[in-house]
């Protein structure tokens, strides 16, 4: 179902060309929103594959009459995600939404990692959040100094994977915890400018997933979209720095880390103290949730 949710917005969404980020810019599309539909072209594994996947998501949104344009940019380049930011400006006139969707995974036990595999999935996803976010925070910046506050709204990526860890993805964990920490730091930093900033964990049958576990019972990418389309709409400025995983028609909302029992010993500490003491805390304090593969 359609609707006007978004008309007159201006979206980039990143990694579009499939999965998740391409259910994403066909639902912010079918709500009204004229979107850039990036996507690097690249393997489940991060090596080019010689093709432009957001071509094919472009002329599905202008088949149903949609406005929408594709980018080719590496989203952990400075440069090139400074060029997509203004490719929207220049070709839709103006920026509203930021949807950072890019990554690719490089699973491997904690001590078979390898620094090249550490480097590029912590590459991908974090700094290919902080890129965009940062180009685009600054051109929101200059419109609310300029009286042209804009209602912007920027929608991270994280994962369960990030929130309460993963057997086998140390590294991507790694990314996604970083991710999350980014949101609530670029929320509080950036309200004053219009513009909100939050995450979501989806849950998703993609070409990440798929090689992992079983995924016969898992949602669909589309499960997420609706999600993200009401976040990066002008009625969701209430709602920022926050988390929210999405499983299917189940939301919830997340919380991360917050101060639980504590005491203070009102002096330093001596070692033979703290052991007693601190298993004393815990034993007041919530568990974990598990790892996912525990």
């Known amino acids: 179902m359609s609707s006007q949710l978004l008309a007159g917005r201006v979206a980039i969404v990143t990694g579009a060309g499939r999965g998740i980020g391409r259910a994403h810019a066909l639902e912010l599309a079918r709500h009204g929103a004229a979107?850039?539909?990036?996507?690097?072209?690249?393997?489940?594994?991060?090596?080019?594959?010689?093709?432009?996947?957001?071509?094919?998501?472009?002329?599905?949104?202008?088949a149903a009459g949609g406005r929408a344009v594709a980018n080719g940019a590496d989203v952990a380049d400075f440069a090139q995600a400074a060029a997509m930011v203004q490719q929207a400006i220049d070709v839709f006139g103006g920026l509203d939404v930021l949807v950072n969707n890019a990554g690719f995974v490089r699973d491997r036990m904690l001590v078979n990692t390898s620094e090249e595999e550490w480097d590029a999935v912590i590459r991908v996803h974090l700094k290919g959040h902080f890129a965009p976010l940062r180009h685009a925070g600054a051109y929101w910046r200059a419109e609310a100094k300029a009286g042209r506050t804009r209602a912007a709204r920027v929608i991270n990526t994280s994962s369960g994977a990030g929130l309460q860890g993963s057997i086998g993805q140390a590294t991507y964990s790694?990314?996604?915890?970083?991710?999350?920490?980014?949101?609530?730091?670029?929320?509080?930093?950036?309200?004053?400018?219009?513009?909100?900033?939050?995450?979501?964990?989806?849950?998703?049958?993609?070409?990440?997933?798929?090689?992992?576990?079983?995924?016969?019972?898992?949602?669909?990418?589309?499960?997420?979209?609706?999600?993200?389309?009401?976040l990066a709409s002008e009625e969701a400025g209430d709602v920022t720095g926050r988390v929210i995983e999405i499983d299917g028609s189940r939301v919830t909302v997340e919380s991360g880390w917050r101060h639980d029992a504590?005491?203070?010993?009102?002096?330093?500490?001596s070692a033979p103290e703290v052991g007693p003491a601190l298993r004393q805390l815990l034993a007041g304090s919530a568990a974990p949730e598990p790892v996912y593969g525990a």
């Open 262 to 269: 504590s005491r203070d010993l009102g002096r330093r500490w």
């Open 35 to 62: 979107v850039v539909v990036n996507d690097y072209g690249v393997t489940l594994a991060g090596e080019s594959a010689g093709e432009s996947p957001a071509d094919a998501v472009v002329a599905e949104i202008e």
């Open 174 to 230: 790694a990314a996604k915890a970083g991710i999350a920490g980014l949101t609530l730091v670029a929320a509080a930093e950036m309200g004053r400018y219009g513009v909100t900033v939050n995450a979501i964990a989806p849950v998703a049958r993609t070409r990440m997933t798929e090689g992992a576990f079983d995924t016969s019972a898992m949602a669909v990418p589309e499960d997420n979209s609706p999600i993200v389309a009401w």
